[in-house]
């Protein structure tokens, strides 16, 4: 049987990471996933932005990362040249009622060192952007876009570089932990690792429950968010990021625009047992009401279906959102293993700062 070293689980883009962090500092890893190819699920169905930090509760991990992952990121890209944009981001307060939960969201900002913001009035927003119906705003200049999928093959490419490995097709089918490694049987193969780093988004609890040895009870439920996005047909009118007040389970019906100028609006929320990707045309309808109500002159039929995502979430509907959850020997007992749970928005934003986490807290055991 063979013996590895480190076996990340899961090729979204904080398994990538992570895989590339290890490698960086001198891990021999093998990084494995069940899919054909690499961040095929919610690394590839999201909005591709990167968030300064303004809305996780100060102290949390969504909060510390997030802010520290942007700014790696950004220098990341420039040394990678991976395609991205400071677009920088509106935060709108639709009424004069909103502006209360627009000042708490500025406060808390501030408190998690997002220390860029500028408030703006409502005839602020009219000069930057025309379109835009508002009683106030944040802009946040740090907000921008990156090609997400350029961010993963540059990851790769280091962690390969370093000499990591990738193995498609490669599911967990079986596996045992104790105190002193694992044994696991991956796509038929039976291998033995010291250590495992279970990254592998909404199947992370499906990886650690086929682990022998992991104790049931620090296995978090799942929960599933599926958001839905629609493309505008023709021009944008908005050169920035058009955010409302977040709702329940999300951010809020936005705007973002990708590298090429084409804007698209969602994610919207609705709670699922299972994946599926499909977008009903008929949820326009809803998306056109909530827009309108920042951009009153949303041309009728503009909406296109484009493409779905799935958040892989803590807490359900009506639940406060949990933070991340990094579950070391602490959680569960086991030295050689680290679970990754609940890892969605800003997870993109947060994936080079994650990786140095757990990258420590492996050096660290």
Not at 19 to 26: D, P, T, Y
Not at 78 to 94: D, E, F, N, Q, T
Not at 129 to 146: D, F, K, R, V, Y
Request: hydrophobic residues 45%.
């Amino acid at each position: 049987m063979d013996t590895l070293d480190c076996v990340v689980i899961g090729a979204g883009v904080i398994g990538l990471a992570i895989a590339r962090e290890l490698a960086l500092r001198g891990r021999d890893v093998m990084l494995v996933e069940t899919e054909a190819a690499f961040g095929q699920h919610a690394s590839s169905r999201n909005s591709e932005v990167l968030h300064a930090g303004i809305y996780y509760p100060p102290d949390s991990l969504k909060a510390r990362l997030c802010v520290a992952g942007r700014r790696r990121l950004y220098d990341y890209c420039a040394a990678r040249a991976i395609p991205h944009r400071r677009l920088g981001k509106l935060l709108v307060a639709s009424h004069e009622d909103d502006l209360p939960r627009l000042q708490a969201l500025h406060a808390n900002a501030e408190a998690n060192g997002v220390e860029d913001l500028q408030w703006l009035d409502a005839a602020d927003v009219r000069r930057l952007e025309p379109a835009l119906a508002s009683a106030g705003a944040l802009l946040s200049p740090s907000t921008g876009i990156i090609d997400s999928h350029a961010l993963m093959q540059a990851l790769l490419a280091d962690a390969e570089a370093h000499g990591a490995q990738l193995a498609l097709r490669s599911p967990l089918e079986t596996g045992a932990i104790d105190t002193h490694g694992a044994t696991l049987r991956i796509a038929g193969c039976d291998i033995r690792a010291r250590l495992v780093i279970n990254a592998a988004g909404f199947g992370a609890q499906s990886v650690a429950a086929a682990l022998a040895g992991v104790p049931r009870e620090t296995i978090p439920p799942l929960r599933l968010a599926r958001g839905v996005y629609f493309s505008l047909a023709g021009r944008s009118p908005f050169t920035h990021l058009i955010y409302p007040l977040p709702e329940p389970g999300g951010l809020g019906t936005h705007l973002t625009l990708d590298l090429g100028g084409q804007a698209r609006f969602g994610p919207d929320v609705e709670w699922v047992d299972s994946l599926d990707y499909r977008v009903d045309p008929a949820r326009s309808r809803a998306f056109e009401t909530s827009i309108r109500r920042w951009w009153p002159a949303l041309p009728d039929g503009a909406l296109q279906a484009a493409y779905a995502g799935i958040r892989p979430k803590l807490t359900g509907p009506g639940e406060p959102d949990a933070d991340f959850q990094l579950q070391d020997m602490a959680a569960h007992g086991l030295p050689s293993l680290i679970n990754l749970y609940g890892i969605e928005s800003p997870g993109l934003t947060s994936c080079l700062a994650l990786a140095e986490l757990v990258a420590d807290t492996v050096q660290g055991r």
